[in-house]
């Protein structure tokens, strides 16, 4: 029987010590990670401030540029340009660099917390898949439940992120598995391998602007990936989780879901909130669908 996924929901970010969206204003949000507060764009908060005074102690500010993708952090001679979180037992390193983006996504900590309780119930072997895994934060929550893992991102750069970050968290010796390769390439070799996995995290490629428009090559590609996934995913997969920026609707993370598995679960998809400390407001943050098997 066909899964049929709820409608889509609406959650809020769970609380992280490591982390505050302090206020937002201007087209831009302030955000507190660990010691260091930072400014980012952000162009639907197109209201006022709140706390302007709140604004005077940033640690640096991401100013992109409009000609062209990429973009500078200006900082203050003090500013760390590299520090450590926490998130329970991992530690990680985030950094300053030409993207917005620092290493870590706060509006995936409720996938974490999911990932991490779904997987722990598992009687089986759990062989994940993570596709543009990125500084790999979700390997070390899937490892630390006894999952295999095999982390698949396009750049250098990301592996060498993941690898310090498993590193950092002592975690040496996890069961984890770094391929620098563009995801659809890789998946069409381990089919020629006959290589099965039974639990998938596809994250969505973040970009600099995150405006639906920059996706469209990315959603024209699906259905291919989508059909080169079925053939080293399990019929019945323990798990799927697929995250997205804003800009994706929750129709097509629901529907990318649909099409991965073929039998019922517990599922839901939607959209996470982050609510502001200043005046309360509820942004926006990204789209999500995740399944599990009953």
Partial sequence: MKNVLAPHTTEINQPWQDYELL?????????????MVLIRPYPQAFWSKTSP?????????????????????????????????????LKFQVQLGTSPHIGVFPEKL?????????????????????????????????????????????????IAWAMANQKLS????????????????FIKREARR?????????????????????????????????????????????????TAPICIQPTTTQTIIQCLTNQTGTSVAGQIYFKEKSAGHFLPRATFARWSRD
């Fill in 110 to 158: 409720n996938h974490w917390q999911w990932l991490d309780e779904v997987l722990k119930k598992s009687t089986q072997p759990i062989r994940l898949l993570n596709l543009w895994a990125y500084s790999g934060l979700a390997n070390l929550i899937a490892a630390r439940a006894k999952a295999e893992v095999t982390h698949v991102d396009t750049t250098k750069h990301g």
């Fill in 53 to 89: 005074d709140l604004w005077k102690q940033n640690s640096a500010q991401y100013i992109a540029d409009l000609q062209q993708y990429g973009g500078k952090w200006q900082t203050d001679e003090k500013a760390q340009k590299s520090w450590p979180l926490r998130w329970n037992a």
């Fill in 23 to 35: 206020d937002s204003g201007d087209g831009k949000i302030l955000e507190r990670f660990g010691k």
């Fill in 194 to 242: 006959e290589k099965i996995y039974n639990a998938l995290l596809l994250q969505f490629p973040r970009f600099e602007r995150e405006q639906e428009n920059d996706y469209a090559d990315f959603l024209k590609s699906l259905p291919e990936l989508l059909n080169a996934l079925k053939d080293v995913l399990e019929p019945t997969p323990y798990c799927v989780l697929v």
């Fill in 170 to 185: 002592g975690m040496k010796d996890a069961p984890i598995r770094y391929i620098q390769e563009e995801p659809l390439k």
